[in-house]
């Protein structure tokens, strides 16, 4: 069973600038969120410890309805940031998800960033920590979702650094 989610995409801009887009607040709100949702709620400090708490809502809606949040165990500028996900309460405590009660408690994730000639190679790759052998297989059900969503969201951050060089 594959229980690791995992995407690439590449950019047509430098690392410096796809890194800025992941780890300034204000840039997030822009596209950090899959299609049919905003992000109504960010904090992050991107550092070593770190965290990146949010809340996702409705388009047109202000009140969230999803929670969750990325503590950062490595962070290497540009290049690299390795984080464990997970929902989250609106403090930021860990909490199960909210549609799913055997859904991992935790994943551990990283993104890494590599300059091509062409741009920046962006590569994302989530898994289970700590998880149940029924923790993972709802994970590893869940991939094709993740992928749909992730994948709107990356078009998302296309358009956002095309139109914010």
Do not use: Y
């Not at 949040?69 to 464990?84: L, S, T, V, Y």
């Not at 297989?137 to 956002?160: D, E, H, V, Y």
Request: proline residues 7%.
């Amino acid at each position: 069973m594959n229980d690791t989610f995992r995407l690439e995409r590449l950019f047509s801009t430098v690392p410096v600038r796809v890194w800025r887009a992941w780890t300034n607040a204000d840039e997030l709100r822009h596209w950090w969120a899959p299609s049919g949702l905003h992000l109504a709620h960010c904090e992050i400090e991107a550092k070593e410890g770190g965290l990146f708490h949010f809340g996702l809502a409705p388009v047109g809606s202000a009140e969230v309805a999803l929670w969750g949040r990325w503590r950062f165990e490595k962070i290497d500028m540009p290049r690299r940031m390795d984080f464990i996900g997970a929902f989250s309460d609106p403090a930021g405590a860990i909490e199960r998800n909210p549609m799913n009660e055997n859904w991992p408690l935790e994943i551990e994730s990283f993104i890494e960033l590599t300059e091509q000639p062409d741009g920046t190679q962006v590569v994302m790759e989530c898994t289970p920590v700590n998880a149940t052998a029924l923790e993972r297989g709802i994970f590893a059900q869940s991939l094709p979702m993740m992928q749909m969503g992730w994948n709107s969201t990356f078009a998302k951050l296309a358009t956002f650094l095309e139109e914010n060089p």
